[in-house]
C-alpha cells in the first residue's frame, strides 16, 4: 500500500492507516516549575451525575509489551497487574487490553480461535478475573477488545463451516462458488487466484495483500477475508452469527469487564451483490490494484447490529461501555455511529479525524475539534492520537524537528488532548515520549504485514515495542535474555523512572494536566469555543466555566517561531481583563497576567481569566 505522510494505517479498514497531583485552585498561579512531584493518585473529581466513561482517560495496553511477569520475554496478564500501581498514579479511569483470547497469533491476537478463554501465552483465565478484581481495588476498569469481524481459520466455527457445504455452521462465514476463469469481465487480477477453473467472485482486495477471497477445496468453494486468509469473515446477515457473539461478549461482562472496544467494527457487513470495488489507480505495497471500500465498509446494516448490541450492554450495571474503531471520512458519517440525537449506538466511537491529521496545522485542528464540539448531536466525543497500528504521536508530529522540539510538540499533543471536552484515549508509552522503532532489516520483522509488504511497508513492530520501566536490563519490561521485540536503544535515559524523578519530564507533564482535568469542573463540562480563528500558527480555545468555576483559557504555538496573541473571550460570551496561568513550559509566562501573550516556539500555556 502507499502510506500517506507517516501514517503507516490509516486503520484496520483501509490497511491498516500522564507523579504530580495538581489540584486546579482557579485564583492561583503555577506553572511545570512550581508543581512538585507526589507519589499518590490525583483525587477523584466529584461528579457524579454522568456515567465514569464520559470523563474518563482510557490507556490502551498491548500485552505483549507492557509487563513480563513470567521472564520468557513477552508481556502478560500478571505483569499488567503488577503494574496497576502506576496505572492509578497516573490517574487511568480504564485500560484497554488488546486481544488475549486464544490465537494462532497470525495477526498478534486479532485472529481469535476461542472467545472464552485466555491464550496461555497472557496467563489463565483466573489471572484475568484477578486484574479484574485488583483493578477494581486500583479504581482502574478493564475494557476488552473485541473482534466480531472474523475469527481464526482455526476457531471450531470455522473448522466447521470449511468441512462440508452441509454443515449447519457452513453459513457462518461467507462463501461463494466463484466465477468461470473464462467468464465475461474477469480480471487479470482474479485471473491470479484460479483453482479448479474458478476464480474469486470480484476484485475485493485484502487489506493484507491479494484477493480477498479464499479457495477451499473441500467445499469447492472461495470464503471472503478482509485481512488475512487466515481471518475469516464472518457472515453477519446470519442471526446465529449475532447469538453467538452477543453471548461471547455477555461471558465477559458476566465476569465484569467494563466494556469493549470493537475492533473493525464498520467491516461486518458486505454487499451482497458482491459487486467489484471501483479502483482507484496505482498499486498496494503487495502489487495488488488499489480500490475503494464502498462495497465492505460501512454499510447500512452494521447499525441494526449496533443498537441492539447497546441495548445489551445497557441491560448490565456499571454504565458498561462500547468503543468503535471508527476511521470514518467525516464528522456527519461519525454522528451517525452515535445514533445521533437518539444517541442508542457506540456512546464512543473513535473520533480519528482530530489525531490523525498528522500535520501541526492550526486551522485543521480547529475545525475537527469544533466539528466534535458542534456536530454530533450532543454526544461525548472520544480523541485518540495514538494506537497500536500506527506511528507514534512522537513521530508523526515531530518529523524533521529538533529533539527539544519533539518534546515541546509532545506536549502540545497532550494538552489538546486532555484540555478539550473529549473523553481521551491513549497508548501506552505515549507519556513518556516512546518512539517509533522501526525494523530496519526485513529478517527483523515480525509483524507479517511488514514482511509480505517490505519495503514500502514496514509494518507495525516499531510502535509495540516492549515498554520502558527504568534503566535494568530490558528497561524493566523482562528479565528474559531476548523479548519477542527488542527494547529501544533509549531505554537507559527515556524510561518511567527517569521521568519521574524529573519534575520537567513529559511523564510530568501528562500527570499535571490529568490531574487539572480530573478535578476541575470546567475541564470536565465546560463547552470547547475557538478563539482568534483567522491564526494561521496558534490554536486557542476557552473552556466556558461551570459550576461557579471560572473559564480555562488554552494557547498552543505550532510554530518554531515566536507568536504574539491577544486572546478575546469576549467572543466567546466570556468577560475578564486578566490571567493567571495554571500550566504552561514556558518560564516566561509563569506570570503571565494579560490577554496579550507572547508564546515562544512550540509553547503550551493554560490560564485562567478574571
Sequence with gaps: MNLPSLLRRPSRTQLLALTAAFVFAASSSFSIAQTTTATKAPVAATHTAAPWWKHALIYEIYPRSFQDSNGDGMGDLNGITQRLDYLQSLGIDAIWIAPMYPSPQVDFGYDIS?????????????????????????????????????????????????????????????????????????????????????????????????????????VHQFYYHEFY????????????????????????????????????????FEDPQLRNEPETGGTNAQGDPNVSDIYTNNLPEVHDVIRRMRAMADSYPGNRVLIGETYLPNIAALDKWYGGAKHNELQLPMDMQVGFTNKLDPALFRQRINDAETKISGNQP???????????????????????????????????????????????????????????????????IGITGWPKEKGRDGE???????????????????????????????????????????????????????????????????????????????????????????????TATPQTITLDPKSAGITGKSVGTILTDAPSLKQASSLTLTLPPFASWIGTIN
Aim: hydrophobic share 40%.
Design 114 to 218: 476461542d472467545y472464552e478463554n485466555v491464550d496461555p501465552q497472557y496467563g489463565t483465565l483466573a489471572d484475568m478475573e484477578r486484574l479484574i478484581a485488583q483493578g477494581k481495588k486500583h479504581n482502574v476498569r478493564v475494557i476488552l477488545d473485541m473482534v466480531l469481524n472474523h475469527t481464526s481459520d482455526k476457531h471450531q466455527w470455522f473448522i466447521d463451516s470449511a468441512s462440508s457445504r452441509t454443515n449447519p455452521k457452513h453459513d457462518w462465514y461467507v462463501w461463494n462458488d466463484g466465477l468461470p476463469a473464462d467468464g465475461p469481465n474477469v480480471t487479470a487480477f482474479q485471473k491470479r487466484f484460479e483453482h479448479e477453473g474458478r476464480v474469486p467472485p470480484n476484485n475485493w482486495v485484502s487489506l493484507f495483500g491479494g484477493s480477498a477471497w479464499e479457495w477451499v477445496p473441500a
Design 464 to 558: 509495540r515495542t516492549p515498554m520502558q520501566w527504568d534503566d535494568s536490563l530490558n528497561a524493566g519490561f523482562s528479565t528474559a535474555a531476548t523479548t519477542w521485540l527488542p527494547v529501544p536503544d533509549n531505554y537507559k535515559t527515556l524510561n518511567v523512572k527517569a521521568e519521574s524523578a524529573d519534575p520537567d519530564s513529559l511523564l510530568n507533564w501528562h500527570k499535571k494536566l490529568i490531574a487539572m482535568r480530573r478535578n476541575n469542573p470546567t475541564m470536565l463540562d465546560g463547552q470547547t469555543i475557538m478563539l482568534d480563528e483567522s491564526n494561521n500558527a496558534v490554536l486557542s480555545y476557552v473552556r466556558k466555566g461551570v459550576a461557579g468555576h471560572p473559564a480555562v483559557l488554552v494557547a498552543l504555538n505550532f
Design 229 to 268: 486468509k487466515q481471518q475469516p469473515d464472518l457472515n453477519w446477515r446470519n442471526p446465529a452469527v449475532e447469538k453467538a457473539a452477543f453471548d461471547a461478549m455477555r461471558f465477559w461482562l458476566d465476569r465484569g469487564v467494563a466494556g469493549f472496544r470493537l475492533d473493525a467494527i464498520p467491516t461486518l
Design 382 to 448: 472520544l480523541f485518540v492520537f495514538d494506537n497500536h497500528d500506527n506511528v507514534r504521536s512522537w513521530d508523526r508530529y515531530g518529523d524533521g524537528h529538533t529533539q527539544q522540539e519533539k518534546q515541546s510538540i509532545a506536549r502540545i499533543v497532550a494538552t489538546m488532548l486532555l484540555t478539550t471536552r473529549a473523553t481521551a484515549l491513549t497508548y501506552y508509552g505515549a507519556e513518556i515520549g516512546m518512539v517509533t522503532s522501526t525494523p530496519t532489516r526485513v529478517e527483523d520483522v515480525k509483524d507479517p
